[in-house]
């Protein structure tokens, strides 16, 4: 697996560590001061303990990603929530409508039929 993590100058009057240039883990030290370089987060150029392989990012980062993807699917839901009840309104609405005119069509018949008995008699 390749170490994706990044490294970058602790040095702080460096122009390295002032432009938050990021190394690959391999190199060990900075190629403008000779530093000892650090890992830092691959967003936010922050230091980093030295875990694993998969720690790239802090604490701080990972907790924004986490907010900003449950946000996105609590949207989502939101979207897909509307978008499915507009078609089943409609579709009910549509039922509604034809039951009424159901109903107009058989009292107007029934009306029809009482009429033409009250009137026979």
Known sequence: M?????????NEHCIQHINKVKNNAE??????????LIFVCAKC???IEDIDLR???CIRCKTEEEEKRAKAIEK???IAKKYVAMPVIGIVVGIVANVQKDVI??????????????LKK
Not at 2 to 10: E, S, T, Y
Not at 27 to 36: A, N, R
């Open 2 to 10: 390749n170490d994706r993590r990044k490294k970058g100058c602790p």
């Open 27 to 36: 190199i060990d030290y900075c190629p403008k001061c000779g530093s000892k």
């Open 45 to 47: 150029f922050s230091e």
């Open 55 to 57: 720690h790239r990012i």
């Open 76 to 78: 989502g839901k939101d």
């Open 105 to 118: 069509k058989k009292g107007t018949e029934f009306a029809k039929i009482a009429a033409d008995s009250i």
